[in-house]
């Protein structure tokens, strides 16, 4: 018996462990579940993905399958971890008879707000599948012109790059050597002082330049974010020179676009413009945007209110108020786009044009300048010694 009872006071024993091991086992998960879910919350989905999803989710929805099932095949074959992630919290909220809108807004930093509200409107006449194959190729259309400014950037700056790389070697390997048979560096030519002060400046001071940028860089980048700052900056960008033709219409393509997905689906005209406001990624048209909305819930027409206003061109005003006296704003709007999206194409590829001959000039300018400024003394002091 008493072998009988201390069996029995180990099991409980073991009972206990084991609790107590199952509670720490689930405390663990719950915590690697949350650690998940703030990872996926910051890192962002990839627009080619997402046009992937809204496809699949048509044609599924298009055959009379169910948005929780058809999510749910769609997130059994996604390869990309975070999405597959965000897909399985769908399936989890549409058991609890949330909509598909309610679960795109768990997660702002990959679904914008205009297409939330888009697929809502929807959702509200049971016939969100007429929407999500548009919805695909609208997101196309926005991304590939913003896609194709950043690609016709990259040789740009791959070149300026290798420039700095080029004379950051020169000014701190070749030059110091090159100028260093010189004793006396008070007779030298302007263009050599200078040469020597700017070598003597990467040589001596290259680890307070580098902290230099790299401060400077997190300082505007943490001022940006402000208020005040995003103003200034994107009102800076609309003021660069070439570049800015390429800023404006590019803002002026996101906003037709956008604005137009809205009003089709029947959002109204103010609450479409508030959206839009937050599409077009420049704090400088948001803000007008705004006002824009403001006028029309007053009772301003839209093209009065943006008569005479420097950021909407004056085509694109006459446009509205054609088109906004037959009542089909929307299709105008999308015309817009259609062209302005074709204006960046065009001005793309004249800026491609402009800048490969600048930079080579400019890249020629900072050669012959070094040449000159080491060559000089050396034929001074050749002539010296010829002389002598």
Same mark, same amino acid.
């Given at each position: 018996?008493?072998?009988?009872?201390?069996?029995?006071?180990?099991?409980?024993?073991?009972?206990?462990?084991?609790?107590?091991?199952?509670?720490? #086992?689930?405390?663990?998960?719950?915590?690697?579940?949350?650690?998940?879910?703030?990872?996926?919350?910051?890192?962002?989905?990839?627009?080619?993905?997402?046009?992937?999803?809204?496809?699949?989710?048509?044609?599924?929805?298009?055959?009379?399958?169910?948005?929780?099932?058809?999510?749910?095949?769609?997130?059994?074959?996604?390869?990309?971890?975070?999405?597959?992630?965000?897909?399985?919290?769908?399936?989890?909220?549409?058991?609890?008879?949330?909509?598909?809108?309610?679960?795109?807004?768990?997660?702002?930093?990959?679904?914008?707000?205009?297409?939330?509200?888009?697929?809502?409107?929807?959702?509200?006449?049971?016939?969100?599948?007429?929407?999500?194959?548009?919805?695909?190729?609208?997101?196309?259309?926005?991304?590939?012109?913003?896609?194709?400014?950043?690609?016709?950037?990259?040789?740009?700056?791959?070149?300026?790059?290798?420039?700095?790389?080029?004379?950051?070697?020169?000014?701190?390997?070749?030059?110091?050597?090159?100028?260093?048979?010189?004793?006396?560096?008070?007779?030298?030519?302007?263009?050599?002082?200078?040469?020597?002060?700017?070598?003597?400046?990467?040589?001596?001071?290259?680890?307070?330049?580098?902290?230099?940028?790299?401060?400077?860089?997190?300082?505007?980048?943490?001022?940006?974010?402000?208020?005040?700052?995003?103003?200034?900056?994107?009102?800076?960008?609309?003021?660069?020179?070439?570049?800015?033709?390429?800023?404006?219409?590019?803002?002026?393509?996101?906003?037709?676009?956008?604005?137009?997905?809205?009003?089709?689906?029947?959002?109204?005209?103010?609450?479409?413009?508030?959206?839009?406001?937050?599409?077009?990624?420049?704090?400088?048209?948001?803000?007008?945007?705004?006002?824009?909305?403001?006028?029309?819930?007053?009772?301003?027409?839209?093209?009065?209110?943006?008569?005479?206003?420097?950021?909407?061109?004056?085509?694109?005003?006459?446009?509205?108020?054609?088109?906004?006296?037959?009542?089909?704003?929307?299709?105008?709007?999308?015309?817009?786009?259609?062209?302005?999206?074709?204006? #960046?194409?065009?001005?793309?590829?004249?800026?491609?044009?402009?800048?490969?001959?600048?930079?080579?000039?400019?890249?020629?300018?900072?050669?012959?300048?070094?040449?000159?400024?080491?060559?000089?003394?050396?034929?001074?002091?050749?002539?010296?010694?010829?002389?002598?």
């Amino acid at each position: 018996m008493a072998d009988f009872l201390i069996l029995d006071d180990d099991n409980k024993k073991l009972n206990v462990d084991n609790n107590v091991n199952n509670v720490f #086992v689930v405390k663990n998960v719950w915590l690697v579940d949350k650690i998940n879910e703030l990872i996926i919350s910051l890192q962002k989905v990839k627009t080619s993905e997402k046009v992937i999803f809204y496809r699949l989710l048509s044609t599924m929805t298009n055959a009379w399958m169910g948005l929780m099932k058809s999510v749910s095949i769609i997130e059994r074959q996604e390869k990309n971890p975070v999405f597959k992630r965000i897909l399985l919290k769908f399936v989890d909220e549409l058991k609890e008879w949330k909509s598909l809108s309610e679960c795109m807004l768990l997660y702002p930093q990959s679904f914008w707000e205009a297409e939330i509200w888009i697929i809502r409107s929807w959702e509200k006449t049971w016939q969100i599948n007429k929407v999500l194959n548009d919805l695909a190729v609208q997101i196309e259309k926005v991304e590939s012109i913003s896609g194709k400014i950043k690609s016709a950037m990259m040789y740009p700056m791959f070149i300026i790059v290798v420039v700095i790389w080029v004379i950051a070697v020169m000014m701190t390997m070749v030059v110091p050597k090159l100028l260093g048979i010189f004793d006396s560096k008070d007779d030298l030519p302007w263009s050599t002082k200078i040469l020597i002060y700017i070598s003597d400046a990467f040589v001596n001071y290259w680890l307070i330049m580098v902290i230099t940028v790299i401060v400077a860089f997190i300082l505007i980048s943490i001022w940006k974010k402000t208020d005040n700052g995003k103003y200034i900056y994107d009102n800076l960008k609309l003021k660069i020179p070439i570049f800015w033709m390429i800023n404006q219409k590019l803002i002026l393509s996101k906003f037709s676009r956008v604005f137009s997905w809205l009003i089709s689906s029947w959002v109204s005209i103010v609450e479409s413009l508030k959206i839009t406001s937050y599409a077009v990624w420049n704090e400088v048209y948001k803000q007008k945007i705004l006002l824009l909305s403001e006028d029309i819930a007053w009772g301003i027409k839209m093209w009065e209110s943006l008569d005479w206003d420097k950021l909407f061109p004056d085509m694109m005003v006459q446009m509205i108020q054609v088109w906004e006296q037959t009542a089909r704003l929307d299709q105008t709007i999308l015309k817009v786009a259609d062209f302005y999206d074709e204006q #960046v194409d065009n001005t793309i590829w004249v800026l491609n044009k402009l800048l490969e001959p600048f930079i080579l000039v400019t890249l020629a300018i900072v050669v012959w300048f070094i040449a000159v400024a080491i060559m000089q003394p050396i034929m001074w002091l050749a002539d010296t010694i010829s002389q002598a």
